[in-house]
Each structure stands twice: as C-alpha cells, then as structure tokens.
C-alpha cells in the first residue's frame, strides 16, 4: 500500500515531468501564471479553481484523484485556498546556503537602507543579461531578458517594489533549472555585477 508521502512525491513527480519537459513551462512561468490570477493575494494564495486553471494553462495534466489529493494536502487549513510558495517549493526544493547567499547579496545590493523592498526601476544599466540561458541561447535579447525579468515582477505587483522573499522565490526558481552551484552563483555575481 502507497503512503501518503509516496502519493504526494508521486504526484510532484509528474508535475515536475510536465515542467522540465516542456520548454515554454518553467518552474517560474508557473509561478507567473498564479500570480496574474484575480485571486492571488499579498499572502501568496490562491483559489483552488484557478490553482487547478493554472495547472493546466501550463500543460499540466493529473488524474481526478490526483487532482483531489494535491488539493488536499495544499489545502489543510480547509479555506478553499492554496499557498502557491508552497506548492512551489514541493516542485523546486530550496536554494542551499552558498546559492541563498548570494541572492540575498545581490538583493542588498539595492536595499541599502535595510527595508526588505528594493524598486525595480533601480536596475536599469546594472542588469546583465549577455549570459541568461535565453539570450545565450537566441530566444532572447538582452533588452528583452531585462523586460521579462521586470514583468515577472510586476504581473503580480503592480508597485514595481520587490520584498525580498518575491526575489528568493524568483531566483528558487532559477536556481532549480541550474545544476552546478559554480554556474549558478557565477550567472547571480554576473547578472547583478557583484564582486
């Protein structure tokens, strides 16, 4: 007999197959598409109709009792909600400590005042993008990385102000789609030109 933590790692399983196989589907488009939702909130929630929406707006395809048991186990406080950081961090996993250094690093960068919000208006000629895997890759230029970037921020924020768990969460993301811990704090110190 399959335990409940069988179940739900089976199920993350398929979710992260549906993500990493599809190039278009990322962790952080996912992340994106919850956060357009009209339901979103400040507390990172959303309604179950539009979670399970999203889901499938991604290509994401689970069966009924799949469905009902991942709704379950987001759902325990019984609000008819679910924590989309949550739901996320089940798909992606953390950052390890030198990774979640040097996010935070490049985050104080612009928060010098210690408030935990940085403005995204103040990146602008910081930014380096000649190493984002789409622009390597041709997808992209480097105006238009810097665009994407900013939107991502903005579809759910429409201040242009960034907290700091917003910025862990987007580069949780990012961390997750690289697997060396050289490349990816060596993209972060590039990307923010940070010593």
Not at 3 to 14: R, W
Not at 127 to 139: I, M, Q, Y
């Amino acid at each position: 007999m399959i335990t409940p933590q069988e179940q739900l790692d089976i199920i993350i399983k398929k979710i992260k197959s549906y993500v990493n196989g599809k190039s278009q589907t990322t962790i952080r488009t996912l992340g994106k598409t919850f956060r357009g939702f009209e339901s979103f909130d400040q507390k990172c929630r959303i309604d179950k109709d539009e979670f399970l929406i999203g889901l499938k707006q991604n290509g994401v395809v689970l069966t009924k009792f799949q469905t009902d048991f991942l709704l379950n186990y987001l759902d325990r406080n019984r609000d008819g909600s679910i924590d989309v950081a949550e739901f996320l961090y089940l798909i992606r996993g953390s950052p390890n400590e030198n990774r979640l250094n040097v996010i935070v690093q490049a985050f104080k960068k612009f928060d010098k005042e210690n408030l935990g919000i940085i403005v995204a208006d103040e990146f602008k000629g910081i930014f380096n993008a000649k190493n984002h895997p789409k622009v390597t890759r041709g997808e992209l230029t480097e105006d238009q990385a810097y665009i994407e970037f900013l939107q991502y921020f903005k579809e759910g924020n429409k201040s242009g102000h960034i907290t700091l768990n917003e910025w862990k969460e987007y580069y949780a993301a990012v961390s997750a789609d690289i697997e060396s811990d050289e490349n990816f704090i060596a993209l972060i110190k590039e990307t923010w030109r940070l010593k």
